[in-house]
């Protein structure tokens, strides 16, 4: 069974520091990708950063980076330099490769910066 | 270029209604998902249409069905509402596929989000 783990329903950090969102994941599937999403009040899904299961190294997008440790089965996402507009809710999520394109979503955590 | 477009974006529903929700992928884009979003929860996969064949389906009743259009573009039907249906409805298209993982980026449009009375 594939599952998306994500034990921080709200968290909490000052403008211009740097936060770490958890998210742990189970699979069986040996191909995978993992993705994290935000998701502001108006709805919309926006894509983040990608990690795949063979990436040697950490994905990193900017200002996000992704805390990939493959036998942990975890996946955090490190915003660094907090901003207003980061404040949303951020979905963790998982791509096995033998379920097609279906993808695994986490319960979400959402970030509040505070000015 | 325009993103994933949905409509209608707000909808109101009675109980036993059937609803139709629209989607158009991104130009190019020949997958799209539809996933449903309960308030308080993560999306939850429903279907996934590529050249406009179902490639996968969620563990959803029989109520919800889809289909892809030659323009790529994917309609999602529910039949006799349940006020448990009320959701956000978000439709995704992707085009790149890691050779790797095999996972494909999915592009979100904004959704429909529906509610049964």
């Known amino acids: 069974a594939q599952k998306i783990t994500q034990t921080q329903p709200g968290m909490f950090v000052q403008e211009k520091e740097a936060v770490t969102l958890d998210c742990t994941y189970d699979?069986?599937?040996?191909?995978?990708?993992l993705f994290w999403y935000k998701q502001p009040s108006s709805g919309e899904m926006i894509f983040l950063i990608y990690?795949?299961?063979?990436?040697?190294q950490n994905a990193t997008e900017g200002r996000y980076s992704l805390n990939f440790q493959k036998a942990r089965k975890s996946a955090n996402l490190v915003i660094s330099a907090s901003q207003l507009g980061d404040s949303a809710m951020y979905f963790c999520?998982?791509?096995?490769?033998?379920?097609?394109?279906?993808?695994?979503f986490g319960t979400g955590t959402s970030l509040t910066v505070i000015p | 270029d325009a993103g994933v477009t949905q409509s209608p974006t707000h909808l109101i529903k009675t109980r036993g209604q059937h609803v139709t929700l629209r989607c158009s992928p991104i130009?190019?884009?020949?997958?799209v998902s539809w996933y449903q979003q309960v308030l308080g929860q993560g999306p939850q996969f429903i279907f996934q249409?590529?050249?406009?064949?179902?490639?996968g389906r969620g563990n959803f009743p029989d109520r919800f069905s889809a289909r892809q259009f030659p323009n790529y573009s994917s309609e999602l039907n529910v039949n006799a509402l349940l006020l448990g249906d009320s959701a956000l409805y978000l439709c995704?298209?992707?085009?790149?596929?890691?050779?790797?993982?095999?996972?494909?980026?999915?592009?979100f449009g904004a959704g429909s989000r529906l509610t049964v009375l």
């Open positions: 999520a998982m791509s096995p490769m033998n379920t097609g394109n279906q993808f695994y």
């Open positions: 990690q795949g299961s063979y990436d040697q």
């Open positions: 699979t069986s599937d040996p191909s995978y990708g």
């Open positions: 130009s190019g884009h020949k997958s």
């Open positions: 995704a298209s992707s085009l790149t596929r890691d050779r790797y993982s095999g996972a494909n980026v999915l592009t």
């Open positions: 249409y590529y050249e406009k064949e179902e490639r």
